[in-house]
Structures are given as structure tokens and as C-alpha cells.
């Protein structure tokens, strides 16, 4: 037996591409490429299906044939192809051919992309059969947590099979199948938390006990569905290559991509969208692309968007796309420009906010000093009121205030927001590589919960130059105060909570601070004991106890006493309910 | 609506491409206007600083205008006339039925002018200013006439005839500040309005401060300060020119004691604004500002 002889079952990765192969091919039969001790051929009898298969192994072709099953010797890797498909061919005899299977094959070839264009070629010989493929994903996560750790575990058979010679994650698979005329039919991937990787048991990146293994899984799930795929498995059509079609290198990129793409969100009632527009149109830096998401399946409104838009100088009125939103919460808007936006960032404007002129000029600065992280300037709060009888919906009716902390801290923020959504702007690459998107599942706080996300794996580049202004409106004209305060707490709480399910990242300098709040929490409780204790020593002293006829006397009997256990026990209460709300 | 409108910028050592994206916009809400019925459009560029650089930037500054405006000009003044003084000699070298007096660090929105033009058509009104964003001037106005003490200079328009009817701005105040509330004060004594169009946005490039207020340069002080010596003297409120000076005197910062020895030194010349007579009845020397103010910034 060779090492690569395997029981069947249905629950085997050979079992799953059956099922799909039954599932998503027509009639006929199965050619099965290097078809090893002939394990998928097991499966078709009970599904009815002819089988074929082919093997480089003359050992193994011996023990096929032995078993009856019609299996021939041919090394695919032989250079001339055409004479190899001329044999597959002749061996298929004219029989209908349901799909060529390729199962745990392709990995150890040379040249994938040349392999996949060879099966191309012999798919349309074959009258328009369906290809069926297994192939290990290398970026599964017990590879990826040795890998960070420097160990590279080759072994006899699964993932990092020492006769692999090529390959894959995801997107490549996807790439090269798309690249060389597939299109996917189906896919089925094998997932599996235990594999034959789980060694040494007592390596820190193995142990799923170890924080460094927890944050490496949660780590492992942001980028794509494949933390725990084993081998894709998936069912292709060869359809040709179209001359049109091209898949970039992702390792290129366009040299044309704005500096930054803003999302400026509206409902479109407001004509305050101008304000925000026009600070745009003033920008010192205009290196950018503006995307107007108006959130509304009213067609008028969004007509009359569109024809706001349209009044705009031409130059900059080719820097805007007015994008229709009908449905969803409030973040579908915000996370329609994360799946559209062409800059390097995404900054965010609701309609009713402006910015100053260095606005973007800041972000930038940001980015430069810091590349890839999330980048932050200031942000000054006003109150507006709405002007029922006015000349104009809003005004406001105070100057500018600055609640809001001006460095970045991540702990702080992980306890309630400091940064309106006006005033940081996120990397798109770090969208792209984490999928990060806004919860669509919160009906508010959607900005923060994705900004403490962000900033937690990417960290923060501050500026210390106010560049926007968050309009505030007291009379519930705008979302802030319109919305329920019990919605709110409840939803930072349920965000605070399913936050700290995970391990957090921090960024340096961050513990000392909170270590000495609790030195600071602790010198605090240990006075107020002290100062109890010397209270309720008094109370029992031989002079409290002598005096205490006086004190009948002057009516006063304590209370001075009992007032000043009180308040100690104020601040005790105190300190307790500042610690439940934060 | 105004058969004709002329657009006004006097610039001073500008960054070229603040001034591009100024014509975009001002090509963007004249065609609004045209569409409201203006006919005749001119933009005109009136240069106090080195003469080159406004010519080099004709060809630019036209394209941005190609197909609103009738006429783009670039002028060289060749000497410093200040923020008034440039506006007057743009508006004399004119004939439009509008003057629209732009600063070179906004940006209009595009309504501005059409929303600009329906208020300065209303009964009497002499001006108009616009609203200011990101940073909204505080000055008040009357929620439903619009009526306000004065207009800001920024984005400021008038009805020629009442421009002309008080000689324009006084250049007095140079090199620029309170030169507009002059001139309204000026406007409101002859018996026109001055009104305020907040749908008429206007940016217009203020910075914020790190102490979240209106970032004010030690230029401005100096220039303010100075403009603020002239309306006292001018309005005949000798007491708030005292107090003013005294105040220097003790706890101003070097801008502001330049300003005094200046306004002292032209005041030792002769060099003095005459008073207006009647001034009384519009000045409105409210908390250090001149007009009553709806909130405060901290500077």
C-alpha cells in the first residue's frame, strides 16, 4: 500500500467531491486523474457512475486493476500533453464524460496555471465536461500560527505533504481558475480545526489554550472563510478565455487611485449636503473621490441629489458619484463606499458636518508620517437648533467646543467614542485584507464599534489641527438625540462586551496608564477604610461615650458624626456606580 | 432679476491654485445665476502684490470661466490698494448692476449668487452678504427680513447704485477689516438694508485653533485692532477709542500696541476718517463687536 491509501467516506474530502460531482455534473462518466490506490473510484458504484482513472504509480495501478477497477498507467506530468490527452481520450473511448476529477493533484505539479490550461483544452475534447478539483489550502491556520512562529512542519501526507511542490490559498485558486477560462460551479471546502499539523502539543502556537493562539485564530478569521479550510473543493466550467478579461497582479496598483475617497452619507432632505459638498470643492489637497450615498428608495429624492450634484464646477463634478442606497440600517451607505471606494483611504462626511480646508490635507500628513494605519485629526463639536420660522433649516447657537480627547487611546475608546466618524479616515488596503465592514446588525454606534476595530489592529496616526466640525443639534433635529438613550447604552454595552470576547491588541504604552488607575483605585478604597475606621474608633472612645450627656443637651447627640459616615459612605456608592457606567 | 453681475476678487500674494478652484466655483454659481435669468457675467481679478504672477494665471483663471463668464480680467494694480481700496478701483473700471466683492480664500457654493441676487432684490436693500462655512460668523440677523448690521467683506454684494451713492468702501481701513462694516453703516445711514442670505453658503478658508476657537493671525490683530481705532473715531464714540487705547496700553500684545502707535502716529498726520454725521443712529458697538452676536468663539 502506498501512503497515500485512504478509507472512504462520505465525510472525507473524497466523499464531498463526489457528492458535489454528482450534484453539479450531467450523465456519464468520471476520469479520475491521478487516481492514487483508486479511493474515489468507491463512491461512483453506489452512485451509479463509470469510473476511470489514471496513475503515475505502477504499484498503484497494480493494486487497482487488481480490485477490478479500470485504471491505467500515465504520468500527466509528461511534457508532450497533446499525446497524453490523446490516450485520455482514446481510454474515454467516446463515452459521455460527466467530469474530470483532479483530487490532491495539482499541488504537486510545476506550473499550475499551465496544468489548468491543459485541462481546459481537454475538458472541450472532452465534450464540455465539468472539472472537479481537491487542492490543501496552505494558509489554513495551523500552518499560518507555526508559520509566525518560524516553524515550516513537513510531513509524509495533508497539508504540507513534502512532495507538494506548488501552493494555494483562496484568492490564488480563484485568480488562476478565473484567469485560465473556469467558472466556479460549486464549491464545497473541506473544513477541519484538528489536522495532522497539531505538533509539537505543547507549542505556544499550537496549544489552543495560549492568548498568542486565540488572537492568532481571531486573527486568522478577519481576512477570508479559510482559517479552517482544509482543501478546497470546488466544481468548474471551462468557458475559454475572453481576450477582455484581465486579472491584475496584486501586487500592482493604479497609479491613478485618489489619495482619499470620502463618503459623504445623506437621507437627501437636507440641503445641508451643500455645505459638506462645498467644503469639499474647498479643499487644499483635492486629490480626492467623492461618493454621495443617498440613503433612500425615493426616486425624487434621489433625483434631487443628483441634480445638486450636477450644479457643481465640472472638474469637481467628475470627482462625484451620487450612489443609491434603498434599503438597510444605517450602515449600508458607509459600508457601500467601503466596497466601491478607490483611494488609498475612506473618510466619511455625514451631510450635515463640514470641514475645514486642510481637511484632507491633515489626513494625508497623517499618512505619510504613519502609512496603513488609521489616520485622525480633531474634531469640535457645535450645537445647532433648528429655525422653525427661519431663512434656513438650522443655525447654530453656540461657538465650538472640544469634548473630545485629543490624543487617541485605544482603552478609552474601547469604553465610549472620541472621534465623530468626520474625523479619522481608514486605510482601504487594511479594508481589503480584513474585510472590515460596518455592523449592519447596530441600530447606532455603528461608526464606533468599526473605528475601535480598525484602530485596534491598525493603530492611529494623530493630528493635533481641528479640521472638522460635528454639528450637534439640541432639539432632536438631527439622529443624536432622536434616538433613544436606553437604545444607545444598551447597544455600547452589548458592543463593549462582544468586543472583549477576543484578545486585543495594544498598541505600546498602553498598560502603565491603566495599571496606575487601579494603584489609584487602590490608594482610594484604602483611605476610605482608614478614615472609616478612625470614625467608628471615635465613636467607641471613652471621651465620645462621657461626652454624649452634653450632647443630649445641646440637642446635637451625634448627628455630626453619623452625617460624616454618610457621606463616607456616599463616596463609596459613588465610586461603585462610576465604575458599573463605565 | 439683475440684468448684470460683476464678480470681484482683490488678491495678495494667493496661492495659484486657491484661486483656480475660486474661478471653478464662480463659474459654478454664475451659471446658476444665468439660468435665473442674469445675462451679462464678468469676473474680475484685481492684483496688489507682484504683477506677474496675477497675469501668468489669465489663461487658468479664463478656462475655469469659459462659457459663464462675458468677461474675465486679470489686473495688476501694481501697488498694495488694500482689501477696499482694490474693490473700488475693480468696481470703477465697471458698469454692472452688481458688485459682488469675493475674498480670494472662499469658495461659493453654487446657490450663493442666485440666493444672494433674490435677497438684494427685496425692497431697499442696498447689500447682502453670505454664510460662512465651516466656521459660521455669530453676527445676527433678523430671522425673518434678513435685516443685519453689517455684511462681511468676505462675500459681500451690492446694488451698484448703492456702492456708488457712498463712494464705495473707504480705504481708510488698509489693508483691509471693518472696511465692510463701514461701508454697511454707511449703506443702512443713506437708507438702504443690508441683509444677510444664509442659504447663500459660502466657504471660506478660517482655521480652527487648538483651544477649539477662530484662529486669528498677529496680522489680523494688528489690522483689526487699527480698523477698530477708525470706526470709534469715525462713529464719534470717543469713549470706546479711550477705553480701547488704554486697554493696549496696559495688556496688549505687540500687534495691538503697533496698531495704536499707528492709528496715533496718522491721528498726530491729520490722516482721520471725518465723522459721519448721524452715525449715532447705526453704529453698534455691542461687547468689543458690531453687531450683537448670537455665540462667541473663543480666540
Not at chain 1, 489554513?140 to 507538494?164: F, Q, V
Not at chain 1, 493603530?459 to 444607545?488: C, H, L, P, Q
Not at chain 2, 475660486?22 to 459654478?28: M, Q, R
Not at chain 2, 495691538?256 to 502716529?265: G, K, L, N
Amino acid at each position: 500500500m502506498s501512503r497515500y491509501s485512504f478509507d472512504f467516506s462520505w465525510d472525507s474530502t473524497y466523499g464531498i467531491a463526489a457528492r458535489m460531482l454528482d450534484d453539479t455534473c450531467g450523465p456519464g462518466l468520471v476520469l479520475d486523474l491521478g487516481c492514487g490506490e483508486g479511493t474515489f473510484a468507491q463512491p461512483f458504484a453506489e452512485l451509479e457512475r463509470e469510473y476511470l482513472g489514471v496513475e503515475l504509480d505502477p504499484g498503484s495501478v497494480d493494486r487497482c486493476q487488481a480490485q477490478g477497477l479500470d485504471v491505467h498507467l500515465i504520468d500527466l506530468a509528461d511534457p508532450d500533453t497533446d499525446a497524453v490527452h490523446d490516450r485520455l481520450v482514446e481510454l474515454v473511448g467516446g463515452r459521455p464524460v460527466a467530469a474530470v476529477a483532479m483530487l490532491d493533484v495539482i499541488e504537486h505539479l510545476v506550473d499550475p496555471a499551465r496544468v489548468f490550461a491543459d485541462l481546459g483544452r481537454l475538458l472541450e475534447r472532452l465534450g464540455g465536461a465539468r472539472l472537479v478539483v481537491s487542492i490543501p489550502n496552505v494558509t489554513h491556520i495551523d500552518i499560518a500560527s507555526k508559520l509566525l512562529l518560524g516553524r515550516w512542519d513537513t510531513t509524509s501526507t495533508g497539508l504540507l505533504d513534502s512532495t507538494h511542490v506548488t501552493f494555494f490559498d483562496g484568492d490564488h485558486l480563484e485568480r488562476i481558475a478565473r484567469a485560465s477560462g473556469f467558472v466556479e460551479l460549486d464549491r464545497r471546502d473541506k473544513q477541519m480545526t484538528v489536522t495532522e499539523q497539531e505538533f509539537p502539543l505543547d507549542h505556544p502556537a499550537v496549544s489552543r489554550a495560549t492568548t498568542l493562539r486565540q488572537f492568532t485564530e481571531a486573527l486568522r478569521a478577519l481576512p477570508d472563510d479559510h482559517r479552517d479550510t482544509y482543501q478546497f473543493v470546488r466544481a468548474y466550467r471551462f468557458e475559454g478565455v475572453t481576450p477582455t478579461e484581465s486579472t491584475p497582479d496584486p501586487g500592482s496598483s493604479a497609479r491613478t487611485q485618489p489619495f482619499c475617497s470620502v463618503l459623504v452619507r445623506t437621507q437627501g432632505g437636507r440641503a445641508s449636503i451643500d455645505d459638506a459638498l462645498t467644503c469639499l470643492a474647498a479643499q487644499t489637497d483635492r486629490d480626492v473621490e467623492v461618493i454621495v450615498a443617498v440613503h433612500s428608495d425615493d426616486d425624487d429624492v434621489v433625483t434631487s441629489v443628483e441634480a445638486r450634484v450636477a450644479r457643481y464646477g465640472s472638474a469637481f463634478r467628475r470627482q462625484i458619484v451620487v450612489l443609491r442606497i434603498p434599503s438597510g440600517g444605517r450602515s449600508a451607505p458607509l459600508n457601500a463606499g467601503l466596497e466601491m471606494a478607490s483611494g488609498r483611504y475612506l473618510a466619511f462626511l455625514d451631510d450635515d458636518d463640514v470641514v475645514t480646508a486642510n481637511w484632507i490635507e491633515e489626513f494625508r500628513a497623517a499618512a505619510v508620517r504613519a502609512p496603513g494605519t488609521v489616520v485622525r485629526a480633531q474634531c469640535v463639536a457645535q450645537e445647532h437648533a433648528s429655525t422653525p420660522d427661519g431663512l434656513i433649516d438650522f443655525a447654530p447657537i453656540e461657538g465650538f467646543s472640544a469634548p473630545y480627547n485629543p490624543e487617541f487611546d485605544l482603552v478609552q475608546h474601547r469604553q465610549f467614542n472620541q472621534s465623530p466618524i468626520c474625523s479619522w479616515a481608514v486605510p482601504m488596503g487594511a479594508v481589503r485584507a480584513f474585510r472590515l465592514r460596518f455592523d449592519d446588525e447596530l441600530p447606532v454606534l455603528e461608526d464606533w464599534e468599526f473605528l475601535v476595530r480598525a484602530a485596534g489592529l491598525l493603530g492611529v496616526s494623530n493630528r493635533s489641527a481641528f479640521t472638522s466640525v460635528y454639528r450637534r443639534f439640541t432639539d432632536g433635529w438631527g439622529s443624536t438625540k432622536s434616538i433613544d438613550e436606553a437604545v444607545w447604552l444598551e447597544t455600547a454595552y452589548a458592543i463593549r462586551n462582544r468586543l472583549d470576547m477576543t484578545p486585543t491588541l495594544l498598541p505600546a504604552g498602553s498598560i502603565e496608564p491603566m495599571a496606575r488607575l487601579r494603584e489609584d483605585a487602590a490608594a482610594m478604597s484604602a483611605a476610605y477604610d482608614a478614615a472609616m475606621a478612625q470614625v467608628e474608633a471615635f465613636e467607641r472612645s471613652r471621651y465620645w461615650k462621657l461626652t454624649a450627656p452634653l450632647r443630649w443637651i445641646t440637642g446635637r447627640r451625634g448627628a455630626s458624626i453619623s452625617l460624616l459616615k454618610l457621606r463616607l459612605n456616599t463616596v463609596r456608592e459613588r465610586i461603585g456606580s462610576e465604575r458599573r457606567a463605565n | 432679476m439683475f440684468p448684470s453681475v460683476g464678480v470681484q476678487i482683490v488678491t495678495y500674494h494667493n496661492d495659484p491654485q486657491q484661486l483656480i478652484r475660486l474661478a471653478e466655483g464662480i463659474a459654478a454659481t454664475m451659471a446658476q445665476a444665468r439660468e435665473a435669468g442674469v445675462e451679462q457675467v464678468s469676473v474680475e481679478f484685481g492684483d496688489c502684490g507682484d504683477p506677474a504672477s496675477i497675469e501668468s494665471l489669465h489663461s487658468a483663471l479664463a478656462a475655469e470661466l469659459d462659457g459663464v463668464a462675458d468677461h474675465v480680467a486679470t489686473v495688476a494694480f501694481g501697488e498694495n490698494l488694500g482689501s477696499g481700496g482694490g474693490s473700488n478701483a475693480l468696481a470703477a473700471r465697471r458698469n454692472d448692476d452688481v458688485i459682488w466683492v469675493l475674498n480670494p480664500d472662499t469658495y461659493p457654493s453654487p446657490q450663493c449668487a442666485v440666493e444672494l441676487l433674490a435677497t438684494l432684490a427685496g425692497d431697499g436693500v442696498g447689500a447682502v452678504d453670505g454664510r460662512q462655512i465651516p466656521i459660521e460668523h455669530p453676527k445676527d440677523h433678523d430671522p425673518v427680513t434678513a435685516d443685519t448690521s453689517w455684511g462681511s467683506g468676505s462675500c459681500f454684494m451690492f446694488r451698484r447704485q448703492a456702492f456708488d451713492a457712498v463712494d464705495g468702501f473707504d480705504s481708510h481701513f488698509f489693508p483691509m477689516y471693518c472696511d465692510d462694516v463701514d461701508i454697511s453703516w454707511r449703506l443702512r445711514l443713506s437708507g438702504w438694508r443690508v441683509c444677510h442670505a444664509p442659504r447663500a453658503a459660502v466657504f471660506h478658508d478660517k482655521r480652527i485653533t487648538v483651544g477649539a476657537g477662530v484662529a486669528i493671525s498677529e496680522f489680523e490683530i494688528t489690522s483689526g485692532t487699527l480698523a477698530r481705532l477708525w470706526m470709534t473715531r469715525r462713529y464719534g464714540r470717543s469713549d470706546i477709542e479711550a477705553e480701547t487705547l488704554t486697554w493696549i496700553d496696559t495688556h496688549g500684545s505687540p500687534g495691538h500696541r503697533a496698531a495704536a502707535s499707528e492709528f496715533r502716529r496718522r491721528v498726530a498726520e491729520g490722516d482721520v476718517p471725518a465723522l459721519v454725521p448721524g452715525a449715532e443712529r447705526v453704529a453698534e458697538f455691542v461687547d468689543g463687536e458690531y453687531a450683537v452676536h448670537r455665540f462667541r468663539y473663543v480666540t
